[in-house]
């Protein structure tokens, strides 16, 4: 957590955008971790983080307070129709309840604009892994696989990068 905490820090200085990074990170962290570990992103983390997103985005640290709105809402009923659509034509949702909620959860933290960067590039990384273990053997076809902890560095990185311009 070092470096992710030495990243945040240098990318927001110190103050109250750092310090809220720093909370951000520790908790995309240990939610990948638990995750990876048990394929389940408690609500008792994933909630408060929500929560905490949109109280610090009411003094607009890291977007407007709709924006972080909107990337709550955005985030969550995206994933919710990929999960309907992937019941519907598969017979399995694909995708967990929780990770519905942590996009929520960092569009809570910075908004709208950081959805589909944070899609994309957790979507492609996720791909090129899982076919990787299936071409090496590592798991099976029908293997379930966290996807977490790819929505949790994407987002990050969205956060990091998303130019200020696309905040207004």
Request: charged share 5%.
């Amino acid at each position: 957590m070092g470096g992710l905490s030495s990243w945040a820090a240098l990318h927001y200085g110190v103050g109250a955008s750092g310090l809220a990074a720093l909370v951000l990170v520790g908790g995309l962290l240990t939610l990948s971790l638990i995750d990876l570990d048990h394929q389940l992103l408690p609500d008792v983390l994933v909630l408060p983080l929500l929560w905490l997103g949109l109280i610090v985005n009411s003094f607009e640290l890291f977007t407007t307070l709709s924006h972080a709105l909107w990337g709550a809402v955005g985030g969550y009923l995206v994933l919710w129709a990929i999960r309907f659509l992937s019941r519907l034509i598969t017979g399995d949702y694909g995708i967990g309840q929780g990770d519905l909620k942590l996009l929520a959860m960092l569009g809570a933290w910075g908004g709208w604009q950081i959805l589909p960067v944070t899609l994309v590039l957790s979507s492609l990384v996720f791909a090129v892994v899982g076919s990787t273990l299936l071409a090496l053997g590592k798991i099976e076809r029908t293997a379930h696989v966290p996807f977490g902890p790819y929505l949790a560095a994407a987002g990050w990185l969205a956060l990091l990068y998303t130019p200020a311009w696309s905040v207004v």
